[in-house]
């Protein structure tokens, strides 16, 4: 059984790209193709497709969803990943660099200090391209994910 679980999961990992992608990206997030996500307060945008879009779902899931259920923040409410929420920071949060900003070094939402609260993501464990993948989810996620950051949701 072992040797069976162990060769088939491998055969899942080297499916073709179509199938690495995630349904709920597909149809919550309404990634079928490329889309362009802001880069930087200026308006600049960067293309991200749904294995792109996907994959940061992962990174979310596996790394951020205990505190961040369904794009809420279970430690402290008031700063959810609501796209008003990310939006409305100091600096602003409602792009790629400023989540990845964020997620470098944490600051408090008025960006005033370092918050330790939140998870910090270094360079040596999350490269950029990686981080940017799971920037491009939550912003995606908080742009078009149903109940996203609402009390009564429970998707994420
Ligand atoms: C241990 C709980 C915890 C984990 C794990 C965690 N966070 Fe946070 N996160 C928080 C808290 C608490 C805040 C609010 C911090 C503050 O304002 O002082 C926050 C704030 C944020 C914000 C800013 C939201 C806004 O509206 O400005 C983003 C973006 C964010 N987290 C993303 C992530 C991502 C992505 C991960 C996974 C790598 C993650 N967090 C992991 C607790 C957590």
Request: hydrophobic share 40%; aromatic share 10%; charged share 20%.
């Amino acid at each position: 059984m072992a040797i069976v679980f162990t060769v088939s999961s491998n055969f899942l990992v080297s499916l073709p790209a179509e199938a690495a992608t995630d349904t709920y990206v597909r149809v919550y997030l309404e990634v079928r193709e490329p889309i362009a996500l802001e880069l930087n307060e200026q308006g600049e945008t960067k293309l991200f497709s749904t294995e792109d879009i996907t994959e940061g779902k992962e990174l979310f899931k596996a790394n951020c969803i205990n505190c961040h259920v369904g794009g809420k923040t279970l430690p402290y409410p008031p700063v959810s990943l609501a796209l008003d929420k990310l939006s409305g920071a100091t600096p602003p949060r409602d792009n790629i660099n400023g989540i990845v900003n964020f997620l470098r070094q944490p600051m408090t939402y008025d960006g005033s200090e370092e918050t330790f609260w939140c998870r910090t993501v270094t360079a040596s464990w999350m490269p950029q391209e990686q981080i940017e993948k799971l920037a491009a989810f939550v912003l995606r996620a908080a742009q078009k994910a149903p109940g996203w950051a609402e009390d009564n949701s429970e998707q994420f």
